[in-house]
């Protein structure tokens, strides 16, 4: 419901999408992991983890498919927020970072 709202918003554009992306990633990769007596003191039952599996394999999918779309990474290497830190920040390989410089270049 969060998800649904938050995309819902007005003010809602591209260089949000990979940064969300990235997010429910880490969500979702976190709780098939999570043991009992983790902090906060949730565990999935085995159901739920395997749902939560077949989500991760569907945002992986999109996911893969935003590095097929130059629109992306123009977005966010423009964006006064992100520019190249984003790669630095989330650990990206160097050579993303520098393919989309080169990008960037090559569009503009």
Known sequence: KDATTYFSRDDTNLTTVIPAMDKLDAML???VVRKRG???DITLASPMK???LVAKDTLNKYYSLSDESEVYHIALVM???HKTRY?????????WKTDADALIQRVF
């Open 87 to 95: 790669f630095d920040e989330h650990n990206w390989p160097y050579e």
């Open 38 to 40: 983790d902090e906060p």
């Open 50 to 52: 395997a749902a939560v």
């Open 79 to 81: 964006h006064p927020k």
């Open 29 to 31: 990769a976190t709780a």
